[in-house]
């Protein structure tokens, strides 16, 4: 399966953007779904996922703040990240299957006034 994410940009402190993931195939019913995220020199980190039976969890750093939904019309899940942290600047990326499983393109998140 290809995972394809999109909707990074620079955006001030305070503000939102949404991430998209769109799979090449449908595979919420076979796959938990997540968005990790890595910085510059840091370890990449897990910032939501939502299982096959629709579970969600989110890292104790963005609760509050991101929602992960997924639209199996368009085989694309979506991460929608509101009130900004400059601490949020980091490459974000799709994940199928866990940490073994399929990843997508990292899309830059830059969080600066």
């Known amino acids: 399966v290809q995972l394809q994410a999109s909707g990074g940009g620079l955006v001030q402190p305070g503000g939102s953007l949404r991430l998209s993931c769109a799979a090449s195939?449908?595979?919420?019913?076979?796959?938990?779904m997540s968005w990790y995220r890595q910085a510059p020199g840091k370890q990449r980190e897990l910032v939501a996922f939502?299982?096959?039976?629709?579970?969600?969890g989110y890292a104790d750093f963005v609760k509050g703040r991101f929602t992960i939904s997924r639209d199996s019309t368009k085989n694309t899940v979506y991460l929608q990240m509101d009130s900004l942290k400059p601490e949020d600047t980091a490459a974000y990326y799709c994940n199928s299957g866990g940490f073994g499983g399929h990843w997508g393109q990292g899309t830059q998140v830059t969080v600066s006034s």
């Open positions: 195939r449908n595979i919420f019913s076979l796959n938990d």
């Open positions: 939502i299982t096959t039976g629709g579970n969600i």
